[in-house]
């Protein structure tokens, strides 16, 4: 593809695309996405007992954070190469299953509780995405969500976003994920919980940094890939934001270390009794 073309939603409905990064992913976003999907799972009443779900699992931080309590877990998410990560850590509680989130292969009412962190914000049928959290969810049961506070995302993407913005303001930027522009806005977000059927939603912000590697030559095109501005560049701007990136990064680095601190939103609620 050539840069400048329209990539319409892509990358993130493509499975492939996530089955190549599922590696880098598990060693380098998972670390970081724990301590969001660790307070998303610390909402939810779950015992030895539970049945719950983790709906985009990716590599498996939530299913696991679910799984140390004891609870039985079914994590779900469209890539294979994200479905063999959670099986490879051979977690006796956790049945990691490739499934789309948007049409889940799974009976009305069977789990206690459910979760997506970062998951369903990205489905191109979002609202679809929520509406089958709320079926498979039993009466009475819980439901916690995590998504960004920003439309950019988090971590290297909200200095991208701002950079590109700032260098090339007539850009004209398609979102990837309609998700994650709605449900950044907290009163949108509980609204299409709701309409979802759900009910009592509450919104709590959690901000933590993700941590760059300084040391780590990442490559622009492998750290910007997803975000949605850069597929747009072509060649000379992208190396004009990779510049002005890496001066912004040399100005607040701590030895090796350059934080980024990235805001998610985490609604909890339940399905009426
Ligand atoms: C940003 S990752 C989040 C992974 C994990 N929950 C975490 O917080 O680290 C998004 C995940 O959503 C999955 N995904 C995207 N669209 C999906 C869909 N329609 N059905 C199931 N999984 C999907 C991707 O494969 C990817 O693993």
Redesign the pocket.
């Known amino acids: 593809m050539q840069h400048g073309e329209q990539t319409g939603h892509l990358p993130?409905?493509d499975?492939g695309r996530?089955d190549k990064m599922?590696a880098t992913?598990d060693a380098q976003?998972?670390p970081f996405?724990?301590h969001?999907?660790e307070a998303a799972v610390a909402t939810l009443a779950i015992s030895p007992s539970s049945k719950v779900l983790?709906?985009?699992?990716?590599?498996?931080?939530?299913a696991l954070a679910a799984a140390r309590t004891g609870a039985q877990v079914t994590a779900?998410?469209?890539?294979a190469g994200?479905v063999q990560r959670v099986r490879a850590h051979g977690v006796a509680n956790i049945e990691a299953q490739q499934?789309?989130?948007?049409a889940l292969d799974l009976p009305d009412a069977a789990f206690d509780a459910v979760t997506?962190?970062?998951?369903v914000m990205?489905?191109?049928d979002w609202r679809a995405?929520l509406r089958e959290m709320a079926r498979v969810t039993r009466p009475g049961g819980s439901a916690a969500i995590?998504v960004w506070k920003s439309p950019d995302g988090a971590a290297v993407h909200l200095m991208v976003s701002r950079i590109i913005r700032t260098l090339y303001p007539d850009l004209a930027v398609q979102s990837p994920a309609t998700g994650l522009t709605a449900l950044a806005d907290p009163g949108r977000f509980a609204a299409a919980v709701v309409a979802a059927g759900f009910v009592d939603p509450k919104i709590t912000e959690v901000t933590h940094d993700f941590i760059l590697d300084v040391a780590d030559d990442h490559g622009a095109d492998r750290l910007f890939e997803f975000g949605p501005q850069w597929q747009t560049l072509n060649e000379a701007q992208r190396a004009a934001v990779a510049r002005e990136f890496a001066m912004e990064v040399e100005r607040g680095r701590s030895g090796n270390v350059f934080l980024i601190p990235s805001t998610a939103l985490i609604v909890t609620a339940r399905r009426p009794s």
């Open positions: 993130f409905s499975p996530w599922a992913y976003s998972q996405t724990a969001f999907a983790d709906v985009a699992t990716g590599t498996g931080v939530a779900i998410d469209f890539s994200m499934m789309d989130g948007q997506s962190v970062f998951g990205l489905f191109v995405g995590a």
